[in-house]
């Protein structure tokens, strides 16, 4: 019986974090789940959204930005798009990104709206997670 999670999240971009944890909640595209020490394992897709860990009093917090969660009884990995820890967020980019995906969403004409929704997904969830600093 596992005590601990290995936390592993990468990117395209190389490595984000790896630490041994408690916890794990983060966003599946079926909703919201967490996950603790001996979990059955599945394999899942990810939304944009949070990723909180606890280790101890401390707690973690990343945007994640679509990809995958393999969870096993000792190990979750998290296969994204991008990551940023909390306190890495560029709010003023943010809310920039936020304000020109609706101005785009306003267009009638000329206007990919899917990737426009997508950008203002991102952007409203990066500010959420910045929050949580």
Not at 82 to 99: G, H, N, P, T
């Amino acid at each position: 019986m596992a005590d601990k999670l290995t936390l592993d999240i990468v990117t395209p971009y190389g490595h984000v974090f790896t630490d041994e944890v408690d916890e794990v909640v983060t966003t599946g595209s079926e909703g919201e789940f967490g996950v603790l020490p001996d979990h059955v394992p599945f394999l899942t897709t990810l939304k944009v959204g949070m990723l909180t860990y606890k280790k101890g009093s401390e707690t973690g917090i990343f945007f994640i930005n679509w990809g995958y969660a393999e969870v096993g009884p000792d190990k979750v990995t998290i296969l994204a798009d991008s990551a940023e820890k909390s306190e890495d967020i560029d709010v003023e980019r943010a809310k920039a990104a936020m304000k020109r995906a609706e101005e785009r969403l306003k267009q009638k004409e000329n206007v990919d709206e899917a990737r426009a929704t997508a950008s203002l997904e991102r952007a409203i969830a990066r500010m959420h997670v910045a929050e949580k600093k």
